[in-house]
């Protein structure tokens, strides 16, 4: 069976639209101010007219094949986590197979909000465990300005869209990046809580009818927020404590970034100092799956991860779902 788990690309990618907080005041009622001290969030970007999250998807897996030194017909599978697909069927994954000009390989979409990346990249282990010689591509693509409800000013100003992506492979022990250990956990008792309820199967609806807040993101923000420190901390002590690495250990922390709180909040727990926790919220805002592959990448290609450190991840999202990762660079 294949124990080890190399990471052998990132890539990411952002539309070139930038929405600011100051364009966002002449939207809704809400300050730059306000969203700036709430959540850390200046920017985010917007998909273009006709871009869809398959488009992002080939441009941030085109870079990470790239980097990986890849041409996308050696590999085996593909793995999309998104709750915002292109279409409910084909698979957003298939769709992304397609752009990238190749055929035959194994598709298939993950939902697990904004832990979804965590998932996707488990659900690649899980194929790796099965087939060693498995080339696994793992995307995230999130286009949320389409599932945003722009009057709502509690949730309008917290998402953006965005890409990310990696290779996954088998590898020699002493091969770099490598995933080291995961940990998922899910609450589905308090999936009301974050909730795109439209368009899904339990929700009847008839042609012609208008299409309802319930088709976008509905969050209870304070809520959510207790639910993520608590659970993000308490998943990466578990996972430091079975892999047994001690705070002290860990180089980068990597959380998703859904608010600048949070991600502090998270870093105190672990005594890490800030310099050491990677957050690119104010650039990007909340990108669901796609922050911790977007910031995963954006650490890499900067220099903030470096050769030999020990990063440990987190996420949290709807479902509610969670994870953590630890990788050795
Ligand atoms: O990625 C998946 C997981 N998501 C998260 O983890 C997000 C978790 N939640 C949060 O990040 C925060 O709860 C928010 C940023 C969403 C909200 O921050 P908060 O400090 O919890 O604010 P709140 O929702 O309790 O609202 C405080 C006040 C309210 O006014 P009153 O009732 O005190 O008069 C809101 O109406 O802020 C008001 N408010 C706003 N004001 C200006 C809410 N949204 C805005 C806004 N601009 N955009």
Same mark, same amino acid.
């Given at each position: 069976?294949?124990?080890?788990?190399?990471?052998?690309?990132?890539? =990411?990618?952002?539309?070139?639209?930038?929405?600011?907080?100051?364009?966002?005041?002449?939207?809704?009622?809400?300050?730059?101010?306000?969203?700036?001290?709430?959540?850390?969030?200046?920017?985010? =970007?917007?998909?273009?007219?006709?871009?869809?999250?398959?488009?992002?998807?080939?441009?941030?897996?085109?870079?990470?094949?790239?980097?990986?030194?890849?041409?996308?017909?050696?590999?085996? =599978?593909?793995?999309?986590?998104?709750?915002?697909?292109?279409?409910?069927?084909?698979?957003?994954?298939?769709?992304?197979? @397609?752009?990238?000009?190749?055929?035959?390989?194994?598709?298939?979409?993950? @939902?697990?909000?904004?832990?979804?990346?965590?998932?996707?990249?488990?659900?690649?282990?899980?194929?790796?465990?099965?087939?060693?010689?498995?080339?696994?591509?793992?995307?995230?693509?999130?286009?949320?300005?389409?599932?945003?409800?722009?009057?709502?000013?509690?949730?309008?100003?917290?998402?953006?869209?965005?890409?990310?992506?990696?290779?996954?492979?088998?590898?020699?022990?002493?091969?770099?990046?490598?995933?080291?250990?995961?940990?998922?956990? !899910?609450?589905?008792?308090?999936?009301?809580?974050?909730?795109? &309820?439209?368009?899904?199967?339990?929700?009847?609806?008839?042609?012609?009818?208008?299409?309802?807040?319930?088709?976008?993101?509905?969050?209870?923000?304070?809520?959510?927020?207790? &639910? !993520?420190?608590?659970?993000?901390?308490?998943?990466?002590?578990?996972?430091?404590?079975? &892999?047994?690495?001690?705070?002290?250990?860990?180089?980068?922390?990597?959380? =998703?970034?859904?608010?600048?709180?949070?991600?502090?909040?998270?870093?105190?727990?672990?005594?890490?100092?800030?310099?050491?926790?990677?957050?690119?919220?104010?650039?990007?805002?909340?990108?669901?799956?796609?922050?911790?592959?977007?910031?995963?990448?954006?650490?890499?290609?900067?220099?903030?991860?470096?050769?030999?450190?020990?990063?440990?991840?987190?996420?949290?999202?709807?479902?509610?779902?969670?994870? @953590?990762?630890?990788?050795?660079?």
């Amino acid at each position: 069976m294949q124990t080890n788990y190399i990471i052998r690309g990132f890539g =990411h990618y952002a539309p070139e639209r930038v929405l600011t907080n100051a364009d966002l005041e002449k939207i809704v009622d809400t300050t730059d101010e306000w969203i700036t001290s709430r959540t850390g969030i200046k920017q985010r =970007h917007i998909v273009a007219e006709g871009e869809s999250a398959s488009d992002m998807a080939a441009q941030a897996a085109r870079q990470a094949l790239a980097e990986a030194g890849m041409e996308p017909a050696e590999l085996t =599978h593909i793995v999309v986590a998104t709750f915002t697909p292109d279409s409910m069927i084909p698979s957003t994954a298939c769709v992304l197979q @397609s752009k990238l000009g190749i055929s035959g390989q194994m598709c298939v979409d993950v @939902s697990a909000a904004c832990s979804g990346f965590l998932y996707a990249l488990q659900t690649a282990r899980g194929y790796l465990a099965l087939e060693p010689e498995a080339k696994v591509l793992v995307v995230a693509a999130e286009v949320i300005s389409r599932r945003t409800n722009w009057d709502d000013r509690a949730t309008c100003v917290l998402f953006g869209d965005a890409a990310g992506a990696v290779v996954l492979t088998g590898g020699g022990e002493d091969e770099r990046p490598r995933l080291l250990d995961m940990m998922l956990a !899910a609450d589905g008792s308090l999936g009301d809580l974050l909730t795109v &309820h439209g368009g899904g199967s339990a929700y009847a609806y008839k042609m012609g009818e208008p299409v309802g807040p319930e088709y976008f993101v509905q969050m209870q923000g304070r809520e959510t927020f207790k &639910h !993520a420190v608590r659970n993000m901390t308490s998943i990466c002590e578990a996972l430091l404590e079975r &892999h047994g690495v001690g705070k002290s250990e860990i180089d980068v922390l990597l959380p =998703h970034q859904a608010n600048w709180r949070i991600i502090d909040a998270v870093g105190r727990k672990f005594e890490i100092p800030p310099e050491k926790v990677f957050a690119n919220i104010d650039r990007y805002a909340n990108t669901s799956a796609a922050s911790i592959p977007v910031a995963l990448s954006e650490a890499v290609k900067t220099g903030f991860i470096k050769p030999g450190d020990l990063v440990l991840l987190t996420s949290f999202g709807g479902g509610f779902t969670w994870g @953590s990762a630890l990788v050795r660079f």
